[in-house]
């Protein structure tokens, strides 16, 4: 069974530093690989997924992600943060089917 | 394109009455999901739909939980005899081909209270 844990719940950068949030899967198959960024009382965007290929994939707003298969991690990071980032960010998994295991999520907060 | 759809983003019911929630998919998506989120948590998979046909549910959709997708348009999901539990966000999203591998288009959510 796929699964999904995001270590820490709230993390808290300075603007302009990096922004790393941390995500490790559990999948019994290659897995699909997705981040999510959710902004108050708003429903869930896009940020960047793997498929195959490329393990370094690049998404919106100047996030990237890494897919590493011997760690079974998928860590979402930022060079730069921006006050625009702060939001919950949530990591999900798929085995190829047609849903979505999502994470506990980890709130970004910013700090200026 | 005018992204998915949901409608209301707000209810408020007591105990005991039904509610009824609405979901307008992109119009060329041909798969529509439906998941839950509670507070602090990550959204849950309850069902989903590829064109009008209802494929899969979860063991959280309970017997008083019904979505339907007539002609594979729109989809309603209703609660019936609503319990404080079912206080929740209800995401619905869509796809043109499995989600699983492309990645869902989520709507802005209808947020349930019951009181």
């Known amino acids: 069974a796929q699964s999904v844990t995001q270590l820490g719940s709230h993390v808290s950068v300075s603007e302009g530093a990096l922004v790393l949030l941390r995500c490790n899967y559990s999948?019994?198959?290659?897995?699909?690989l997705f981040w999510y960024v959710q902004y108050p009382n708003q429903g869930l965007q896009l940020l960047l997924k793997?498929?195959?290929?490329?393990?370094l994939v690049k998404g919106i707003n100047g996030f990237e992600a890494e897919f590493k298969k011997s760690e079974t991690s998928f860590h979402l990071t930022k060079p730069s943060a921006h006050m625009s980032d702060a939001a919950e960010y949530f990591c999900a998994v798929s085995e190829v089917k047609e849903k979505l295991t999502f994470g506990t999520g980890t709130r970004l907060t910013i700090i200026p | 394109d005018t992204g998915v759809s949901q409608n209301p983003r707000h209810k408020i019911t007591k105990r005991g009455q039904n509610v009824t929630f609405r979901c307008d998919p992109i119009?060329?998506?041909?798969?529509l999901y439906w998941y839950r989120q509670t507070l602090g948590q990550g959204p849950e998979f309850l069902t989903y739909f590829q064109n009008e046909a209802q494929l899969e549910k979860s063991r959280l959709l309970s017997d008083r939980f019904s979505a339907e997708r007539p002609k594979g348009s729109f989809s309603t999901l209703e609660i019936q005899r609503t319990e404080q539990g079912d206080s929740a966000m209800y995401l619905c999203a869509s796809s043109q081909g499995q989600g699983g591998g492309y990645g869902y288009t989520f709507g802005s959510g209808t947020r349930l209270t019951v009181v």
């Open positions: 119009s060329e998506h041909n798969r």
């Open positions: 999948s019994s198959v290659p897995p699909y």
């Open positions: 793997y498929t195959t290929g490329a393990t």
